[in-house]
């Protein structure tokens, strides 16, 4: 009887493993271009469409069995290059995400560049404001995963120079990185 209920916990154990979810947690990122030209204090807007978004996790040529959990965000950075015209010593920058009709909530708060004297980039894990990045989040998983394409990424970059008037002519490139989770049913052999 001992033997019977050995073989019958081993014939369930292998068939119970036939099949097992693994996840992987491939990555994607997207920026979007600012030019500032401004005397002073600046103030511009640019979007990331959520259809560049879908276009970068569809390049990751996932399987068509499994599918996408969520998406994690794995870092936010800004590329700045100085134009030709620039007097600025240091920019005070601030970025907000738009998290509804007429509704911003702060991603980068009072963050202080030293204009650089060629492209530079500026990684900002700790600098990031928790309002904003839950807003990101919310609205790189409504892409991807819900699949509301009109659900794009608003940003608002505003600041002011150091001298207080001078000239700012600066490129600034703000690029976001996410990693969806996926997750996919294998046969285990």
């Not at 509804?100 to 963050?111: A, E, H, M, Q, V």
């Not at 309002?131 to 409504?142: E, F, I």
Request: glycine share 6%.
């Amino acid at each position: 009887m001992k033997k019977a209920g050995i073989i019958l916990f081993i014939a369930v154990l292998f068939t119970a493993c036939d099949e097992k979810d693994i996840r992987l947690y491939p990555s994607f990122e997207e920026s979007t271009i600012v030019n500032v030209n401004s005397i002073g204090e600046f103030d511009e807007s640019t979007i990331i469409y959520a259809s560049q978004i879908n276009d970068a996790v569809n390049d990751l040529d996932l399987e068509e069995d499994g599918e996408i959990e969520r998406v994690a965000i794995e870092g936010v950075w800004v590329v700045v290059t100085p134009l030709d015209g620039n007097t600025a010593e240091s920019v005070m920058l601030n970025v907000d995400i738009a998290s509804g009709s007429s509704i911003t909530k702060p991603l980068l708060k009072n963050y202080k560049i030293d204009v650089p004297s060629k492209e530079t980039v500026y990684y900002l894990p700790d600098d990031l404001d928790s309002d904003g990045v839950v807003v990101l989040k919310s609205r790189l998983n409504s892409i991807v995963v819900d699949g509301e394409l009109t659900n794009d990424v608003d940003l608002f970059l505003y600041g002011s120079p150091s001298p207080e008037y001078s000239t700012i002519k600066l490129q600034i490139e703000v690029f976001v990185k996410g990693c969806v989770v996926f997750v996919q049913t294998v046969d285990m052999l």
